[in-house]
């Protein structure tokens, strides 16, 4: 498993890309998202190109019940206990397993988020999924307030590591790649657990960058609020 210190915090996104850490970790939320590259091989490019298509979740959960279990969470993020976010965290979980018939993965609510800073740039780490534990992480405080992070910003995070989990256990794309697939099938869940009318949704946009996409966020206009 990865540390927290000198480059290697730095370096953990092409790790994970290249296969060498069974974890995906989370630098935020969707500002500044950028996808992963397409893979080399053949039979990779080929999940990594299903997962890109499957913007959509078929499937979804129980409205009213996500978002009535999203209200607990919320309501426990604001007393900042730690336990007490844990507990309706993975409640979510439990729901969104359930639906899906999978394993329900764990969970670990931990406080301050780590961060690293070098010249030109900086790494903060909102949440991460272990594949071989089957084990969600996330921070609740900010890296350098230490305040409680928002909201949004955690129900997101957690959204984000539940959908690695799905990707593995329920879709079959076990690199779980970062592709427009993928973002869009988080999107799904985390509008729904805010109850957002479908008139006040917008698509996600993208722009391509060489073999990539990032999002386009001059054409995008919602009411989404970033956590920094």
Same mark, same amino acid.
């Given at each position: 498993? #990865?540390?927290?210190?000198?480059?290697?915090?730095?370096?953990?996104?092409?790790?994970?890309?290249?296969? =060498?850490? $069974?974890?995906?970790p989370?630098s935020?939320?969707?500002?500044?998202?950028?996808?992963?590259?397409? #893979?080399?091989?053949?039979?990779a490019? =080929?999940?990594? +190109?299903?997962s890109?298509?499957?913007?959509?979740?078929?499937?979804?959960?129980?409205?009213?019940?996500?978002?009535?279990?999203?209200?607990?969470?919320?309501?426990?993020?604001?007393?900042?206990?730690?336990?007490?976010v844990?507990?309706?965290g993975?409640?979510?979980?439990?729901? %969104?397993?359930?639906?899906?018939?999978?394993?329900t #993965?764990?969970? @670990?609510? %931990?406080?301050? @988020?780590p961060?690293?800073?070098?010249?030109?740039g900086?790494?903060?780490?909102?949440?991460?999924y272990?594949?071989?534990?089957?084990?969600?992480?996330?921070?609740?405080?900010?890296?350098?307030?230490?305040?409680?992070t928002?909201?949004r910003?955690? %129900?997101?995070?957690?959204?984000?590591e539940?959908?690695?989990?799905?990707?593995? +256990?329920?879709?079959?794309? %076990?690199?779980? $790649?970062?592709?427009?697939?993928?973002?869009?099938?988080?999107?799904?869940l985390?509008?729904?657990?805010?109850?957002?009318? $479908?008139?006040? @949704? =917008?698509?996600?946009?993208?722009? =391509?960058?060489?073999?990539?996409?990032?999002?386009?966020?001059?054409?995008?206009?919602t009411?989404?609020?970033?956590?920094?």
């Open positions: 498993m #990865p540390e927290f210190g000198d480059a290697k915090l730095k370096e953990w996104d092409s790790d994970v890309v290249a296969g =060498r850490e $069974p974890l995906r989370e935020g939320l969707l500002r500044g998202v950028t996808t992963d590259r397409p #893979p080399r091989s053949a039979e490019r =080929r999940a990594f +190109e299903a890109d298509a499957l913007t959509r979740l078929v499937v979804l959960p129980n409205a009213h019940d996500l978002q009535a279990r999203a209200a607990l969470l919320e309501k426990a993020l604001a007393t900042g206990d730690q336990r007490s844990r507990v309706e993975e409640s979510i979980l439990e729901l %969104l397993a359930r639906t899906y018939e999978i394993t #993965p764990r969970l @670990r609510v %931990l406080g301050t @988020r961060r690293k800073v070098w010249e030109g900086q790494f903060e780490l909102f949440g991460d272990d594949f071989q534990e089957k084990r969600i992480r996330i921070w609740m405080r900010t890296a350098v307030l230490e305040k409680v928002s909201y910003g955690l %129900l997101h995070t957690l959204l984000h539940f959908c690695h989990h799905l990707d593995r +256990e329920g879709l079959g794309f %076990l690199e779980t $790649p970062h592709t427009r697939g993928f973002h869009g099938r988080v999107d799904d985390y509008h729904l657990a805010l109850a957002t009318p $479908p008139k006040s @949704r =917008r698509p996600l946009v993208w722009i =391509r960058m060489g073999s990539a996409w990032r999002i386009d966020w001059s054409k995008l206009r009411s989404r609020s970033g956590d920094r």
